[in-house]
């Protein structure tokens, strides 16, 4: 074996040990909060009412109303383990209305009215989520590099950290499978783009979240080749519910 290829070999199984544990801390950080379903299920009753208060129950959204959608996203992401922050930022994610879902259920100059119901950190996720300029974001997902948000509202650009980007791809796949899985005409129209964009992300989604795009999006992707599958990282816009 020559010199390069020795150095080939080291800087391959380097890449891929590096990856691994990128998916170990993206997993491991993922549960590290999960609670006891019982013990939180007054908490998402409360956030329920409050949904329900701002009039989510009166806009239709695929799969029948907005309070029903995000009650199935919140759902989705406990079942694939996402601690509450990130749960209570999935049932509230619309509050301020998003890039392509221009309904809101309260003004984002109210941010301390939500923070008081579901708490400092989820609200942030759904400010995080609301403000996201997707046109400009999603192409620069990547989970090589830091990823710089354009928030749509102010427009403005910052840099958010690792786990605030995690949490926001966990949301978003959560947002649109749902959507996806409720109508199939925004599933033709934007399934090809969706699986680009989650298979881009790669190991910035849990294993659970990478496994559901896989099946659900599997009919919207390239044939499929020896080897590869939507878990390995690796390319990229949306329902933009």
Request: charged share 30%.
């Amino acid at each position: 074996m020559t010199d390069d290829a020795d150095a080939a070999d080291r800087t391959d199984a380097s890449d891929r040990t590096d990856a691994a544990d990128r998916t170990d801390a993206a997993d491991m950080t993922h549960h590290a909060d999960t609670a006891d379903p019982a013990e939180t299920a007054p908490r998402w009753s409360r956030v329920e009412s409050f949904l329900r208060a701002h009039g989510a129950a009166g806009i239709p959204h695929p799969g029948g109303t907005l309070l029903a959608h995000l009650c199935r996203v919140r759902e989705l992401l406990a079942d694939w383990g996402a601690d509450e922050a990130v749960q209570a930022a999935g049932m509230c994610h619309a509050a301020y209305g998003t890039d392509g879902f221009d309904r809101h259920l309260l003004p984002v100059a109210e941010r301390a009215t939500l923070a008081e119901v579901i708490g400092d950190r989820a609200e942030a996720l759904v400010h995080l989520y609301g403000s996201c300029d997707r046109g400009t974001v999603y192409p620069r997902i990547d989970p090589g590099r830091p990823v710089a948000f354009r928030d749509r509202f102010t427009g403005r650009e910052h840099t958010v950290d690792d786990a605030d980007l995690r949490a926001f791809l966990e949301i978003t796949a959560a947002n649109e499978l749902d959507v996806l899985a409720h109508n199939e005409e925004l599933a033709e129209r934007y399934g090809p783009a969706l699986y680009r964009l989650f298979d881009g992300a790669g190991p910035l989604l849990s294993t659970a979240a990478r496994d559901a795009c896989a099946r659900q999006l599997a009919p919207h992707g390239p044939a499929p080749r020896a080897g590869k599958t939507m878990r390995d990282p690796g390319n990229r816009r949306t329902t933009g519910r």
